[in-house]
């Protein structure tokens, strides 16, 4: 047999595992969330969640890949036999999200280059949907839009490149670039926006803590939500990442690094952007809850109309879309490597095969967001994928290993066997009572929502 491959040291499994959860959910998810869901009030939930589900599941998840050293579907059927479907599931989740990131990171490339001079004039808005997208044949499959069908192509060819050198040559080596470079620019960013005129106003508005919501059901949920979503956990990949680590090391120790580090840059990318907001709203005379937006919106049609106000926007434009684009391709490396290293082993074949088919059939179906009315495909499957396919997938994990295969006392063994910090109640209590109720009640509330 093959041996398994091995990251080269320590530091670069954990900047790979940082690369796969920074992303652009740090970036253009986490500001609003936090802003929409009580301010600094959001971040009692947030930390919250944090310490109940999110490292406690990295901290799972990592014993996992470490201890049965496979990719998911195989790790979680040496668990027990039945269970190996909760691996392919995860994949699944994976897969489909490997179709439409890599188009977010396409559009991002043209934005960093449209940001040289401003290219995308007075009316963002219509030249994103317009100009750019050409949506307004919405819904109409069948013509291309050139202007994302190049930079898509780059995108795959890099994903490629990279997930072809392997594990160390390949993931490690362009995590090792991407992530430090990515935290340079970042933080260039963030003192460019915190000294804009009207940045204290942003940052007062996205602190100011509004308590009457933390008793709101939906601020739990949302917070759970964006724990899971930004550290990557239910995805299969911190799993098939650590599965790569040597005999010897504190998984634990690195799940609380991961984890940190990830939420560090969620806080930094608060700052950055109701820093860039308070600007605007103080540019135009405008409320600051009339400015705000999240996710596409935000990046692709109010950050450009911003960026064109700006001292230097060029440099600002470009540096923060570069930040997209770094942040997106080490989370799309991490996705893809999941189902990569799943058909390797399912079917014994080499990894180049499995990339080629894996990665293969994940280019193709890519291509049908670089369509006309590919947005709405866009935000369609997104919205599926995040309501329904993360949370579940999260309730299948933990139900199946603390429930029915009772294996926390196990796990626990094998990660207390080789880490300074030793796992206590806290750990099987968060594992065994509280991630479950509480992912139990997200899909109920998401299905209520859904249904009315
Ligand atoms: N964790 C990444 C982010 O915050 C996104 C991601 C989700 C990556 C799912 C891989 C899988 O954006």
Do not use: C
């Not at 201890?67 to 989740?93: C, D, H, N, T, V």
């Not at 990569?340 to 079917?347: D, T, Y």
């Amino acid at each position: 047999m093959e041996k398994r491959s091995q990251w080269g040291t320590r530091l670069g499994f954990l900047l790979a595992a940082i690369g796969s959860a920074v992303g652009l959910g740090n970036i253009w998810r986490f500001p609003t969330t936090a802003f929409e869901n009580g301010g600094g009030a959001f971040f009692v939930p947030y930390l919250f969640a944090l310490l109940t589900a999110g490292i406690p599941l990295l901290i799972m998840e990592y014993t996992i890949g470490h201890k049965y050293r496979s990719s998911a579907p195989r790790s979680f059927s040496k668990i027990s036999k039945g269970m190996e479907w909760i691996g392919w599931w995860q994949i699944l989740i994976s897969f489909v999200i490997s179709t439409y990131y890599p188009i977010i990171i396409a559009w991002s490339i043209m934005y960093a280059y449209f940001s040289i001079g401003t290219k995308w004039g007075e009316d963002t808005t219509a030249f994103f949907t317009g100009d750019f997208l050409n949506v307004e044949a919405a819904g109409t499959f069948g013509s291309m839009v050139p202007s994302v069908l190049i930079p898509l192509l780059f995108v795959w060819v890099f994903v490629f490149f990279f997930l072809g050198r392997g594990v160390k040559k390949g993931i490690e080596f362009a995590n090792r670039i991407f992530i430090p470079t990515l935290f340079i620019i970042f933080i260039l960013i963030v003192i460019r926006a915190v000294t804009l005129p009207g940045a204290l106003e942003g940052l007062d508005a996205f602190f100011k803590p509004d308590w009457s919501r933390i008793t709101e059901g939906s601020v739990w949920i949302a917070a759970y939500g964006q724990i899971f979503f930004s550290l990557s956990i239910a995805f299969a990949i911190m799993l098939t990442y650590s599965s790569y680590l040597p005999k010897k090391s504190d998984i634990t120790n690195n799940a609380f690094i991961t984890g940190f580090a990830n939420s560090s840059f969620e806080l930094l990318a608060g700052i950055g952007v109701f820093a860039v907001l308070g600007f605007m709203a103080s540019q135009s005379s405008q409320p600051i809850e009339d400015v705000v937006a999240g996710g596409v919106g935000l990046a692709f049609m109010v950050f450009p109309e911003i960026i064109s106000q700006m001292p230097g926007s060029s440099l600002f434009g470009f540096l923060f879309f570069a930040s997209l684009v770094l942040a997106g391709i080490t989370s799309m490396i991490s996705i893809s490597e999941t189902y990569i290293a799943a058909l390797q082993e399912k079917f014994s074949i080499s990894r180049g095969k499995a990339l080629l088919i894996g990665g293969g059939l994940a280019f193709i179906a890519s291509l049908f967001y670089a369509n006309q009315g590919g947005l709405n495909l866009l935000d369609t499957v997104d919205h599926f994928i995040n309501n329904y396919g993360v949370a579940l997938a999260g309730l299948f994990e933990v139900v199946a290993i603390a429930w029915f295969a009772r294996s926390l006392k196990d796990l626990q063994a094998h990660a207390d066997s080789i880490s300074d910090i030793k796992l206590g109640t806290w750990w099987r209590l968060s594992l065994g009572l509280i991630t479950p109720i509480v992912l139990g009640y997200m899909m109920l509330q998401n299905l209520k929502l859904e249904l009315q």
